[in-house]
């Protein structure tokens, strides 16, 4: 029998850049034991676009708006996290923060749903490419390989 946590979820993510950075947060796979980085997002809700779960997961995380929305790639993510099967389809959004001052600070304190707290900062887009940080889903290493101005 399946469960709700069976199910495909969809994503929305934003790629947030910066001259060469990317802002992500860090989370943790217990079982793999080691930290993996990803775009700020979060899960569509019933019934919502995914560009409007873009802006509410910014708004809900970090308070502040964005500007400038871009879809930029769609992509299939089958992974393993913390010893469980996970399947997304993730919308993968650009965008500008509206507030200049999310380009100023290096670091940042992401607020979940459930109150959780995420470290959320800047990191280098070619330190990802070279496998100094394990920027998750792992498509957008390509994505950033095939893009790099």
């Known amino acids: 029998m399946f469960t709700r946590k069976d199910l495909i ?3 929305a993510l934003c790629l947030f850049e910066n001259d060469g950075y990317i802002f992500v947060f860090e989370a943790y796979d217990s079982v793999k034991q080691d930290n993996f980085y990803r775009p700020i997002g979060g899960t569509t809700e019933l019934r919502e676009y995914t560009i409007d779960t873009l802006k509410r997961e910014i708004k809900e995380e970090l308070n502040t708006e964005v500007k400038n929305v871009k ?3 769609v992509v299939e993510n089958i992974f393993i996290c913390d010893g469980l099967p996970g399947h997304e389809i993730d919308f993968i959004y650009q ?3 509206c507030d200049p001052s999310f380009y100023e600070h290096k670091e940042y ?3 979940e749903s459930n ?3 995420l470290k959320a900062f800047w990191i280098s887009i070619k330190d990802c490419i070279e ?3 394990r920027l998750v889903p792992e ?3 390509e994505y950033y390989k095939d893009n790099m101005v």
């Open 9 to 11: 979820k969809v994503k």
């Open 71 to 73: 879809l930029k790639k």
């Open 95 to 97: 965008a500008d923060f």
């Open 109 to 111: 304190e992401l607020v």
């Open 115 to 117: 109150d959780e707290r």
């Open 131 to 133: 496998g100094r940080y």
């Open 139 to 141: 498509v957008l290493i």
